[in-house]
């Protein structure tokens, strides 16, 4: 599936929740809770984004010429959100995660945690997924 | 506004609530409740309003021009400098030295203190529970300088092991600078040990007020330290406007490190005679319009006292400690009777960031992280806290909503 089709499927899962912002956030912790975590000895300092109230660690390898991410965060909700990314961004080609305009986040009525001020690492985590796709690549 | 008994004025918070237009707002479509007092506190019509006029009527350069503007637009500025000296009760209002804040204030203190009275190799004696401000100017000296910066450490109850403050001092050590309210925990500090050790040790005393202005009365006369330091935006009044007081002694004998406009009598290329008084600390134009809107903070917050206001924060503080006691999940950093309007709380297991970001979902402004406190954070071993800060403006009522969704949140994220 390309980017654009997991975003829409993304999308599509979202819209039960109309505007029950509840029932949205319990899914999203859901998503924090299920999503794998990385193991204490990986969480090394050169995977920590930092800067940020919640601690985001990323880890990016090359497989047969796609690219593929392993995440976790301190914070639930931000893990929630790292677990969406994944989602998306998984097993894709360098070029495409480059271009990823990532629209759903918006679409899904989570623009907010995406905001400067929000300092939950997700910024920095898109740009070093971007940044890392990019080194892989080469 | 006021029902006034004999001496005892009562606070009326449905009258004050009116007094603050952002109270209005509603935020995700629940009224806003702001507890991130300890933040920054909102400001009353009468601060906004006073602002407004200053630039409507009055706006003009002071202690400069001769015409009627210029005089008038002094005369305010020199009349709230006396109205905030004597809420604070400075004798001499020379001794209040207006800055941009908080950190400016400490920020001259330092570069003073340390082109006079510290000498390579000197101690600085700070507390476990300092805002990042009041670590980094030391830190900065002692960087360069050799010097050493010596902690107070925390009993069991997070508060300030005193006795274990005496054991710290050498003949190297100089200053002792401490916040007289903790910003994360809401303790006091007691005052009246720092001092009795000073004293004794002839050590400065550096009081960070920054938390203990907006909640208590201050009376700087009778707590006699060399300096004391405050914000006006945390008490009602504008941001980039805080508050520098120095003893008559440091007022003469504290070096001019940031020169400019204003503080000097005669320039000449080759020397300059400085001006007496606060005006030596001054520095190019005031933020005058701050200024301006401080004083009309005061001036509305003197229509209680600040005895009554201590006493109906204390209030809320204690009944929030209680409500909060009440929820298992719920730990209480420095839980004491005697605080400033500042509670912090983890819920066991769960990130502040994620109970901030639910909260903020039901209209509820706190504060998460480390709260420019990370060396404490390390010590009571957490990323960081949720924090509740009360003001004049907040009630039983809100805080009864904020625990109902408290726990809500705590059953989302469980």
């Known amino acids: 599936m390309s980017i654009t089709d997991i975003e829409n499927e993304i999308v599509e899962e979202f819209e039960i929740f109309g505007q029950d912002w509840e029932a949205k956030y319990e899914h999203l912790i859901d998503l924090g809770k299920s999503l794998p975590v990385i193991k204490e000895e990986r969480k090394t300092e050169d995977k920590l984004i930092k800067g940020c109230q919640s601690r985001v660690w990323l880890d990016s390898e090359k497989k047969n010429d796609k690219i593929f991410f392993t995440a976790d965060s301190d914070a639930i909700i931000t893990k929630g959100m790292v677990a969406l990314m994944i989602r998306v961004l998984n097993g894709q080609g360098a070029k495409d995660i480059i271009e990823s305009k990532l629209e759903f986040i918006n679409k899904i009525g989570l623009k907010e945690h995406l905001s400067p001020t929000r300092a939950n690492g997700l910024v920095s985590m898109i740009n070093r997924m971007k940044m890392d796709a990019l080194t892989l690549s080469k | 506004m006021i029902t006034q008994k004999s001496e005892h004025i009562k606070l009326d918070t449905e009258l004050i609530r009116k007094d603050f237009p952002i109270l209005n707002r509603s935020i995700n479509n629940f009224p806003l409740i702001y507890f991130d007092n300890g933040a920054t506190t909102q400001k009353p019509n009468q601060v906004i309003e006073a602002i407004t006029n200053y630039y409507s009527n009055t706006n003009s350069n002071i202690h400069r021009g001769v015409h009627t503007l210029s005089r008038e637009a002094t005369e305010a500025f020199e009349v709230a400098r006396k109205t905030i000296a004597s809420h604070f009760k400075i004798k001499n209002e020379q001794q209040l030295i207006f800055t941009s804040g908080t950190t400016d204030s400490l920020n001259i203190i330092s570069a003073g203190l340390s082109r006079s009275v510290l000498k390579n190799g000197d101690e600085i004696i700070l507390s476990s529970y300092e805002h990042h401000s009041n670590i980094l100017t030391w830190q900065l000296w002692a960087g360069e300088n050799n010097g050493k910066l010596k902690i107070i450490p925390l009993k069991n109850d997070h508060s300030l092991d005193y006795e274990a403050l005496e054991k710290l001092i050498t003949p ?202 990370q060396p404490l954070m390390a010590i009571l071993c957490v990323p960081g806290t949720v924090r509740i800060s009360f003001a004049i403006y907040n009630t039983k009522t809100e805080i009864d909503f904020f625990i109902e969704k408290l726990k809500k949140v705590i059953s989302m994220l469980k």
């Open chain 2, 172 to 373: 190297k050590t100089k200053i002792i600078a401490i916040t007289h309210v903790s910003n994360t925990l809401g303790l006091v500090t007691d005052l009246t040990q720092i001092k009795a050790i000073a004293k004794k040790h002839n050590l400065i005393i550096v009081v960070d007020g920054a938390q203990s202005a907006p909640h208590m009365e201050v009376d700087l006369t009778e707590l006699d330290v060399d300096f004391f330091v405050c914000s006006a935006h945390k008490i009602y009044g504008p941001t980039g406007t805080g508050i520098l007081y120095m003893s008559e002694k440091w007022l003469r004998a504290l070096p001019t490190t940031k020169p400019g406009g204003g503080t000097i009598k005669t320039v000449s290329f080759e020397k300059t005679e400085y001006a007496e008084g606060a005006l030596r600390f001054e520095a190019g134009t005031p933020n005058i319009e701050g200024v301006i809107g401080f004083a009309a903070a005061i001036n509305y917050l003197n229509r209680w006292g600040m005895k009554i206001i201590h006493e109906y924060e204390l209030g809320l503080v204690n009944y929030a400690q209680y409500k909060l006691s009440e929820i298992p999940e719920v730990i209480v950093y420095g839980q004491s009777t005697n605080k400033a309007a500042v509670i912090s709380f983890n819920v066991k297991d769960v990130h502040p960031f994620d109970v901030g970001t639910l909260l903020d979902k039901y209209g509820i402004a706190v504060r998460t992280g480390h709260h420019c406190t």
